[in-house]
């Protein structure tokens, strides 16, 4: 059991290593300092609200006091493309925390490449960054995460945001975490153990716009297809208007509007 700055409880398994902030810069620079110190896996780095936190493509993240902000620092021991595939597990984990204290009518899905989306409206988001070591394989990895669970973004340059308590939740930021730890560590045992298939597998049964045509936004490109599969590198796999296949490792994914 450890306890916050508040002294409030929280039950994470002995893996986790919790440092806790009522605020900070960005949790995933407090974890890469950590990291870069020698610490052993599984410091968690919380905090109540961040001043500089960022998203995919260094997009700003707005976090107020209310949500979940916290980083994980990992020492896989794998190739930087194994690691990379880890956002999936991570995505899973918080799709089965949100599962748990979501109503039940809620539509839950995970969008790719890492988001976790509710009637279609982001929730929560994902970013790992990473450092090599000599032999090519990661040193560390950092896997941060935001949660909306009291607020959202009214305004966003792409899905429209939601949070847990506008889809009728009324759990805690604590709840959450220790949820998010729980599932986090089930999960990454299984992936030592048997690698990144089962996670796949798992992770396809709660994709969003799966068999639906869908918009692809690369750097110098955008383009339609029909998403009809998650290879097993984590790459998009999309069937094209001439019957052809393409895999997609980056962008950003757009859903089509219903007919």
């Known amino acids: 059991m450890t306890k916050d700055q508040g002294g409030r409880q929280i039950s994470l398994p002995p893996?986790?290593?919790?440092?806790?902030?009522?605020?900070?810069?960005?949790?995933?620079?407090?974890?890469?300092?950590?990291?870069?110190?020698?610490?052993?896996?599984?410091?968690?780095?919380?905090?109540?609200?961040?001043?500089?936190?960022?998203?995919?493509?260094?997009?700003?993240?707005?976090?107020?006091?209310?949500?979940?902000?916290?980083?994980?620092m990992l020492r896989?021991?794998?190739?930087?493309?194994?690691?990379?595939?880890?956002?999936?597990?991570?995505?899973?984990?918080?799709?089965?925390?949100?599962?748990e204290v979501l109503p039940n009518d809620a539509d839950l899905?995970?969008?790719?490449?890492?988001?976790?989306?509710?009637?279609?409206?982001k929730v929560a988001g994902i970013l790992l960054e990473s450092k090599s070591a000599s032999d090519g394989n990661l040193e560390w990895l950092v896997v941060?995460?935001?949660?909306?669970?009291?607020?959202?973004?009214?305004?966003?340059?792409?899905?429209?945001?939601?949070?847990?308590?506008?889809?009728?939740?009324?759990?805690?930021?604590?709840?959450?975490l220790a949820l998010y730890a729980d599932h986090f560590l089930a999960l990454y045992r299984v992936w030592q153990k048997e690698g990144f298939d089962p996670i796949r597998r798992?992770?396809?049964?709660?994709?969003?716009?799966?068999?639906?045509?869908i918009t692809v936004r690369l750097p110098n490109e955008t383009f339609n297809g029909?998403?009809?599969d998650l290879d097993t590198a984590g790459a998009l796999v999309l069937q094209l208007e001439d019957g052809s296949q393409r895999m997609v490792t980056a962008g950003e994914v757009f859903f089509l509007p219903n007919d």
């Open 144 to 176: 941060g995460t935001g949660v909306n669970i009291a607020f959202f973004p009214e305004h966003t340059d792409g899905l429209p945001a939601t949070s847990f308590q506008k889809q009728g939740s009324d759990c805690s930021i604590e709840q959450v």
């Open 226 to 228: 029909t998403f009809i």
């Open 202 to 213: 798992e992770w396809l049964q709660y994709a969003s716009g799966i068999n639906e045509k």
């Open 76 to 99: 896989p021991n794998c190739s930087v493309q194994e690691g990379a595939k880890l956002s999936f597990l991570i995505a899973l984990a918080l799709y089965r925390s949100a599962k």
């Open 109 to 121: 899905s995970l969008k790719w490449p890492n988001d976790l989306l509710i009637n279609r409206h």
């Open 15 to 72: 893996f986790f290593t919790l440092h806790a902030f009522d605020s900070i810069g960005s949790t995933n620079e407090e974890a890469r300092v950590l990291a870069d110190k020698g610490a052993v896996e599984g410091q968690l780095v919380w905090a109540r609200s961040q001043n500089q936190g960022v998203g995919r493509r260094g997009r700003g993240w707005s976090s107020p006091e209310g949500n979940l902000y916290c980083s994980l």
